[in-house]
């Protein structure tokens, strides 16, 4: 972890950015499917929340973390390619996973393209367990993996 980070709260000004980095880091060969006017949308929607590291004026990373009943679902998340490998990634995720368990979330989902091995090794290295993969997951051509961690066990206060 890197402690000199400031994670914040993203607002609706941080949207085009994030939307730009997930163009270029994620949706990459895909339909861009998460514009600026999505992205704004998950800044104001109460079950969501959309966490941004930025230095000197610039975005490093951020993380969309959705919140429902039992699960919540790591939807978007990237770290500036500058800036990876520095813990940047891991400070964010964990920022993220505090808020689920404060959600009272038991279970965090995220999938990752199955050729992203960077995502999938650094998600394995937080506790996140593969579970399946499927074909033709993003947009009928790239296959997926769905991954998964448990908070706590099902059942527990
Ligand atoms: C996946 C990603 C978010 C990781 O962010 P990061 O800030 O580099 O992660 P950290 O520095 O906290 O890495 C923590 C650990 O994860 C693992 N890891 C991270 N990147 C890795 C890579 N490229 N190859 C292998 N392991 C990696 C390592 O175990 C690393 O620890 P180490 O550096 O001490 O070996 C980043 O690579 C990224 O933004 N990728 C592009 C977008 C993306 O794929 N997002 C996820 C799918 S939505």
Known sequence: MTPDLHI????????????????????HGLPW???PER???AIA????????????????GF????YWETDAHLVLFAVRPERQRQG??????????ASAVVAGS???????????????SFYNEHGYHELRIKRRMYSGTADG????????????A
Not at 45 to 60: F, G, H, I, K, Y
Request: proline letters at 1%; a positive charge; glycine letters at 4%.
């Open 8 to 27: 914040r709260l993203a607002s609706l000004s941080d949207a085009v950015e994030i939307a730009r980095m997930s163009r270029r880091l994620i949706e």
């Open 33 to 35: 499917s998460w514009q």
């Open 39 to 41: 992205v704004a949308r």
């Open 45 to 60: 929607s109460p079950n969501t929340n959309v966490a941004v590291v930025r230095e000197q004026d610039e975005l490093v």
């Open 63 to 66: 993380g969309i973390m959705e």
């Open 88 to 97: 940047v990634g891991t400070s964010l995720l964990t920022w993220l996973e």
């Open 106 to 120: 038991e279970r965090i989902r995220v999938e990752a393209r199955r050729d992203n091995f960077a995502a999938r």
């Open 145 to 156: 993996v769905h991954l998964e961690k448990w908070l706590r066990t099902r059942g527990d």
